[in-house]
């Protein structure tokens, strides 16, 4: 069994793959406070749970696979591989770790590593040219060129984000439940930020993307546009460019790395 772990600036995604299937995974919040040994007591109650893994942590793991944009947390589950799992092989992605994918940026060091791992994992779902649209903490839009290179993106401010300044910034307004209002028109305050931001957001995705696909391939219909993220659910259905919903995109893009990589571990 392979864990695989994306550590996010608000939440940490978590999976476990049997082969190439995904067999359960996880969601909790990303602390930067919280120490090695912490992070091993959550990681044994999660994974103790799973009928598939004995009650001893590290009992059927066999690799591990991490990619984290929080500095201070990757170096406390480098920690965690070392004290706990000392003889399962594991992968963090970092300078220097094989992806298989070109990152023809100006400075590829500061590319975040789960918008590289995205771009592993859709050259090898999806093929290029593509565009991978993440919703986390902030939305980012990622570009893969025709031969599978990794040419640059965009970044923007993410849902939460954006209502939570609303909430704090707004005198009269308050952070609401990101949903779906009844319609575009609100008819109270909730109604109509929330209107704002599902559609809102669904706009700045059709026209972001627009632009990138037309920039990325002659014909932009040749472009596949891939969504991931948490906050995914929230757009699909209100953005007119979306082709493909792949939740498990960056444990998946985690996996394809760790293959790559554990020969030469």
């Known amino acids: ?76 589950l480098r920690e965690v591989t070392r004290r706990y799992y000392g003889d399962v092989p594991a992968v963090l992605v970092e300078p220097g770790v094989k992806t298989g994918v070109p990152i023809l940026t100006d400075n590829p060091k500061e590319v975040g590593a789960d918008r590289i791992i995205n771009a592993v994992a859709a050259v090898e779902l999806y093929g290029g040219p593509a565009i991978v649209v993440d919703f986390g903490t902030a939305t980012t839009f990622d570009a893969v060129s025709a031969r599978g290179e990794y040419v640059g993106g965009v970044i923007a401010p993410g849902i939460e984000i954006s209502v939570e300044a609303l909430g704090v910034k707004g005198a009269q307004l308050r952070k609401i439940e990101v949903a779906r209002p009844r319609s575009v028109i609100g008819k109270n305050t909730v109604e109509a930020m929330q209107a704002g931001i599902v559609y809102g957001f ?61 020969a030469r571990l």
């Open 1 to 76: 069994m392979l864990l695989t772990i994306d550590v996010g600036n608000t939440h940490t995604v978590l999976g476990l793959f049997d082969g190439e299937d995904i067999v359960e995974h996880w969601r909790i919040s990303t602390d930067a406070r919280r120490t090695a040994d912490e992070l091993a007591v959550l990681l044994q109650g999660l994974m103790g749970m799973h009928p598939l893994l004995g009650e001893e942590l590290g009992d059927g793991i066999d690799g591990i696979a991490i990619c984290a944009t929080v500095p201070s947390v990757l170096h406390e």
């Open 202 to 262: 669904a706009g700045q995705v059709d026209g972001v993307v627009g632009r990138m696909a037309r920039e990325l391939a002659d014909d932009p219909e040749d472009v596949t546009v891939i969504a991931t993220g948490g906050l995914a659910p929230m757009v699909l259905g209100e953005s007119s460019v979306i082709d493909e919903h792949q939740p498990w995109l960056t444990l998946i893009g985690l996996r394809l790395v760790y293959e790559r990589n554990v």
